[in-house]
């Protein structure tokens, strides 16, 4: 009995500090991938460029703030993350960051004082980015951007997320691919996938979550990579494969959507209208086609951006509902709704106009699973931003006070069963559930 207790006690005494190792030592940092000279610096515009490419004005500035100085609020399952000041600000921002300390927070998710990031921060696909790339982005940081001191609220989850130690254990699956890139980049196939997998993080909201809340799915040679995913109750679709708008779309028109956030079929919302507005829209045309070959699985050929490659199908004008909504005969309560507030504009095919308003036959948002964004967009309207390639800013009106709860769920389940889409239907509760939702916010 006794060498049983002692044996005991033993385990317990290596747990135990197996457990204060894995708090307390510290993190081993990710080394640089490659060896550049001495002297290396980088050309000009090429940090800001990195910048774009990898969208970090969206989340490290608040709402009329300045340029990264953080503040933004990010909702998680976990609770509110506030975006940290990363201006070279020596008190409030990262003006003490070394080279090191700055590679350290982009591949490994550490601050400099060893301190987990939480992966709101998209680490996971940042330490794809190559050597040159990081000591851009470095260079463009201290060097270019104004330092601000803004002190911003401390980011304070609820037991155990407050605990950060953890987040090492979640590092030890999450980061397991190597750190910087495996591509040559020689062809706009490998740029693209170099951009999507690393800078543009496209795959920390396509991508599906495992049951870890990891990413499942971080390069093309993942079997769920850009899947689709969902981001604060958005759908965020798959992009390749199998309906995605990758497999029906040609590159030309993938790539004028990422630069101005509208094509033929379909206008940017939500999470996505941001990345169109603060990064996409300020990339060279050959990346976002880059981008579109390598979503598409096919080379650039002759396609241009905004160009001659966009070959527009017919509107089907013998479609039941576009027939039905034509003769104004025999309506359902949802299809005189939909004549009464939405006709002008999507008209009766469902087709919408070209880079203007955005087809409902066929659109994911219509017919996706998750009915919040279809039922938001109806209640609040929605906004394409302007960009330098289109510059007019479009805007649809919201519905909110017009519309009965019931009217909507009407209108909502109207257009996901018209033109051959084939969703449930939408309830007045779930209308509620929404306003009420945005309400509390």
């Not at 953080?70 to 008190?91: F, Q, Y």
């Not at 960051?97 to 998710?109: I, K, M, S, V």
């Not at 956030?261 to 603060?278: F, I, L, P, Q």
Request: hydrophobic fraction near 40%; aromatic fraction near 8%.
């Amino acid at each position: 009995m006794k060498t049983f207790l002692r044996i005991i006690g033993a385990l317990i005494v290596v747990c135990l500090a197996a457990l204060l190792a894995f708090i307390f030592v510290p993190v081993q940092r990710t080394a640089p991938t490659e060896e550049l000279a001495a002297d290396w610096t980088p050309e000009a515009g090429q940090g800001e460029y990195v910048m774009y490419a990898s969208d970090c004005m969206a989340c490290h500035t608040a709402e009329g703030g300045e340029p990264f100085a953080g503040g933004r609020s990010i909702l998680s399952p976990m609770g509110t993350i506030w975006a940290t000041n990363i201006t070279p600000d020596k008190e409030t921002g990262i003006g003490n960051w070394t080279l090191d300390d700055f590679r350290a927070a982009l591949y490994d998710g550490l601050t400099p004082d060893g301190r987990h990031l939480y992966p709101a921060m998209p680490y996971e696909n940042y330490r794809k980015l190559t050597e040159e790339d990081v000591r851009a982005l470095y260079d463009y940081f201290m060097n270019e951007v104004p330092a601000v001191n803004n002190p911003v609220e401390a980011t304070a989850l609820s037991f155990p997320f407050n605990m950060r130690f953890g987040i090492r254990a979640w590092n030890w699956i999450a980061l397991s691919d190597p750190a910087g890139s495996a591509y040559e980049q020689s062809t706009p196939q490998e740029r693209g996938r170099y951009l999507v997998e690393s800078a543009g993080h496209c795959g920390a909201c396509h991508s599906p979550r495992n049951v870890f809340m990891g990413q499942d799915g971080l390069t093309a040679d993942d079997a769920n990579f850009l899947k689709g995913g969902e981001v604060d109750g958005w759908l965020a679709p798959a992009l390749m494969g199998e309906g995605s708008a990758a497999a029906t779309w040609p590159v030309g028109e993938i790539a004028t959507y990422l630069a101005t956030g509208r094509n033929s079929h379909s206008t940017a919302n939500g999470e996505m209208s941001m990345v169109v507005e603060h990064s996409l829209q300020h990339l060279t045309d050959e990346d976002n086609l880059a981008i579109a070959a390598f979503l598409k699985g096919e080379d650039v050929g002759e396609a241009t951006l905004l160009g001659t490659d966009l070959a527009l199908e017919e509107a089907e004008n013998d479609h039941p509902t576009t027939t039905m909504l034509t003769e104004a005969k025999d309506l359902s309560e949802g299809a005189r709704l939909y004549l009464d507030n939405c006709n002008a504009c999507h008209f009766v095919t469902g087709k919408g106009a070209p880079e203007i308003f955005p087809e409902l036959a066929g659109n994911s948002l219509v017919t996706a699973d998750q009915t919040g964004p279809l039922i938001g967009i109806i209640l609040h309207g929605a906004e394409v931003p302007s960009t330098e390639k289109r510059p007019m800013r479009l805007v649809m009106q919201g519905y909110a006070e017009r519309l009965t709860d019931e009217e909507v769920a009407e209108v909502a389940s109207f257009l996901r069963t018209a033109w051959g889409n084939d969703a449930p239907a939408v309830t007045a509760a779930d209308v509620a559930k929404v306003r009420a939702a945005d309400s509390a916010h």
